[in-house]
Each structure stands twice: as C-alpha cells, then as structure tokens.
C-alpha cells in the first residue's frame, strides 16, 4: 500500500498517515524515527550514542544510527558520537554541519571533558605570533585517548 501522507505524532508515538483507499492507519515508530524526531528537536549539531538508549536496546539504536548516517542525515565523527550532517556546496559529498573543532569542542561539553586555549592559539591572541593556529588542534584539561574526525582528518589535543 503506498502512502499518500505521512505525519508524525510524537507524544503518542505513532505515525498516522492514509493508505490508497484514504483509511487513517496507526503504526508505532521507529527506532531511527523517534532518533529522527529528537535530532530535529535538539539544537546541538553533536549527538552521543547515549542520548538514544531509551529508543531500544543498544543494537537497535546503533541499527539505526548506521541507517541514518546511509541516509546522509548524520556523519559519525567518533566512536559513539555523531554529528547532524549537511551537503558540501563544493562537490555535493555528505559533511559534518559545523567545523570539526567546534564539533570536537560541543562533543567534549558533553563527555565533560574541560577544553581551553592552545599554547599556540593563547601566543596568537596576545600577539607574540603572526602565525595563525591551524584549528587541527584543541586545548584539553585532561588525558584524552578519544580519536574525533571524519574521512582522515582527525583532531589533535595539547593539554593544557
């Protein structure tokens, strides 16, 4: 039966939509549905695997997680963590929405991971340098073993 409309109601937790011969049809959500719906919600462009644990066990949520990173509507930039995605004006290729350090800044917010200053970026800002910081390194308060990146760029941390 194709469908001709589709809302969804996400306090009942079930999309209503019409089928060919116009009957109003209940089925329940998704799991990748109700993950769709809290991203549209959120305003943050950094999701952790954890923010969807209550949507279905931990392979069903990461089911849908892989499908929605297929379907170009998350990158995965870590493990356990995901960013909203966006469409590279330059070739068309699927991309994190934001740069890659402020992903890396907004994801260790929430792991609660201190972030500061680099060395280079503090001799930046107080004019000891003309040399600009390349944004490919993020000041930590703490050891961090965490690789975050996308397709072979990856963050690198000084602690400071």
């Known amino acids: 039966m194709p469908l001709t409309h589709c809302f969804s109601i996400e306090i009942s937790h079930f999309i209503v939509y019409t089928d060919s011969m116009n009957r109003l049809t209940r089925?329940?959500?998704?799991?990748?549905?109700k993950i769709e719906a809290r991203i549209a919600r959120r305003k943050g462009d950094v999701y952790l695997r954890a923010d969807f644990g209550e949507f279905?066990?931990?392979n069903q949520v990461g089911l849908a997680l892989r499908q929605l990173v297929r379907e170009g509507k998350l990158t995965k930039i870590g493990q356990g963590i995901y960013a909203r995605a966006g469409v590279s004006p330059l070739d068309g290729t699927i991309i994190p929405?934001?740069?890659?350090?402020?992903?890396?800044?907004?994801?260790?917010?929430?792991?609660?991971?201190?972030t500061?200053?680099?060395t280079m970026q503090q001799a930046y800002s107080e004019g000891r340098t003309t040399q600009v910081p390349t944004g490919r390194v993020i000041g930590v308060g703490r050891r961090v073993r965490r690789k975050i990146g996308f397709k072979g760029a990856s963050m690198a941390y000084e602690l400071v």
């Open 56 to 58: 279905g066990s931990y």
């Open 27 to 33: 089925r329940p959500l998704t799991v990748s549905e």
């Open 116 to 118: 500061g200053l680099t």
């Open 97 to 114: 929405a934001n740069g890659l350090y402020r992903l890396t800044e907004e994801a260790f917010r929430r792991l609660g991971i201190p």
